[in-house]
């Protein structure tokens, strides 16, 4: 009973395209017991809503074909566009951190907010995490990590930038990917 047990198991079900060790009723349910009156998602009910657990709850929906299970979608939309200041907050009252810049921005993408988001905002305060040594650090000012580096990129292909492919925000991967291998569950609705 974890949302990011259940988005592995979702994301491995629809590369594979094999839901067969899925339970997608139990997980949806689930899913839905984790969702906050603010409109955000935690790891177990009753807990604090967080920008990391909104994506695998979001996304393991969207992979189930199932975001209509989100009691108040507008609401959930309208929480994760919040977590926005310069770049994105995995919590309230907590500094912009580059991770979220996927974390939260790949879950207003699946709740259909892209336009809502101030996407020059958000790209330059990944520019402004980019270090001097190359990478992306979780600050400004701050040593660059992989999994900030890895995801601050994501994040800023949702901002529509010339020059970088589009991601999945469902996987995690290039869109010209999920295309090619024809993962179904994970194309970007048109």
């Given at each position: 009973r974890d949302p990011r047990f259940i988005y592995c198991a979702c994301a491995i079900s629809a590369i594979l395209d094999d839901w067969s060790g899925v339970d997608k009723d139990a997980a949806v349910k689930y899913i839905v017991s984790c969702c906050n009156p603010d409109g955000g998602m935690t790891q177990a009910p009753f807990q604090e809503s967080h920008g990391g657990h909104l994506y695998c709850c979001v996304a393991s929906l969207a992979l189930m074909g199932r975001l209509d299970a989100i009691p108040d979608r507008q609401r959930t939309l309208q929480w994760a566009l919040q977590r926005q200041s310069c770049g994105y907050q995995g919590r309230v009252n907590k500094p912009a951190d580059s991770c979220y810049s996927f974390w939260v921005g790949a879950a207003v993408e699946l709740l259909g907010g892209h336009d809502l988001v101030d996407a020059a905002s958000v790209s330059t305060f990944l520019v402004q995490c980019e270090t001097r040594f190359?990478?992306?650090?979780?600050?400004p000012d701050e040593f660059p990590d992989p999994l900030h580096a890895a995801l601050g990129v994501v994040g800023f292909t949702f901002c529509n930038p010339d020059g970088f492919p589009r991601m999945s925000p469902t996987l995690l991967l290039p869109e010209?990917?999920?295309e090619s291998l024809n993962i179904k569950a994970a194309r970007r609705s048109k």
């Amino acid at each position: 009973r974890d949302p990011r047990f259940i988005y592995c198991a979702c994301a491995i079900s629809a590369i594979l395209d094999d839901w067969s060790g899925v339970d997608k009723d139990a997980a949806v349910k689930y899913i839905v017991s984790c969702c906050n009156p603010d409109g955000g998602m935690t790891q177990a009910p009753f807990q604090e809503s967080h920008g990391g657990h909104l994506y695998c709850c979001v996304a393991s929906l969207a992979l189930m074909g199932r975001l209509d299970a989100i009691p108040d979608r507008q609401r959930t939309l309208q929480w994760a566009l919040q977590r926005q200041s310069c770049g994105y907050q995995g919590r309230v009252n907590k500094p912009a951190d580059s991770c979220y810049s996927f974390w939260v921005g790949a879950a207003v993408e699946l709740l259909g907010g892209h336009d809502l988001v101030d996407a020059a905002s958000v790209s330059t305060f990944l520019v402004q995490c980019e270090t001097r040594f190359g990478g992306i650090a979780k600050f400004p000012d701050e040593f660059p990590d992989p999994l900030h580096a890895a995801l601050g990129v994501v994040g800023f292909t949702f901002c529509n930038p010339d020059g970088f492919p589009r991601m999945s925000p469902t996987l995690l991967l290039p869109e010209s990917l999920v295309e090619s291998l024809n993962i179904k569950a994970a194309r970007r609705s048109k």
